[in-house]
């Protein structure tokens, strides 16, 4: 993809106006499968943070599949966790915000680190995702359309990380850079 591309691509996700809404009436439409496999695909913060999490597995970590896996098994748990108690994890959006920038960083540094360390590291950053989701979503078969969602979104973010490999630094830079920025827009209220 050439440079302009992803240029325009960072404009148009740190542009975009949305956040995750958390006390459950938001979302409340959000009961079939087909609204919870759309959902991620409808806010910068969610896309962003599914896509760079495939796109640093591919461009650093060895075993690139486990950290994918490990963030959509940590998003599911948190999801259940919150839908079958009610429970909403404190700070969840700020949760949110670190792992755009966590996510950010690692994509723009192609941070590298043992399988095991990488799979923890999505899964925690996962949690918060799941949480705040786990409260607007209004059953089973929305959970397992996000997380179906979600693992599409990886693999995208897979095969843009395996793209990525070979072109400049900077073109990783800017995609990291757009991803954390994201987590500055939520900052400052304008996500």
Partial sequence: ?????????????????????????????????????????????????????GVWSALALKAPLRAPLAFAASLFVGAVLAMSTGWALPAVEAGITVSLAVLGLLVALRTSMPPAAGAATAAILAFSHGAAHGLELQGVAALAGMVASTAVLHGLGLALGWKLREAPALARGLLGASVAGLALARLGGVL
């Fill in 1 to 53: 993809m050439k440079l302009s591309r992803w240029i325009a691509l960072s404009t148009l996700l740190a542009a975009a106006a949305a956040q995750a809404h958390t006390d459950g009436s938001a979302h409340s439409h959000l009961a079939s499968f087909w609204a919870g496999a759309l959902h991620p695909w409808t806010g910068p913060d969610h896309l962003a943070a599914m896509l760079a999490v």
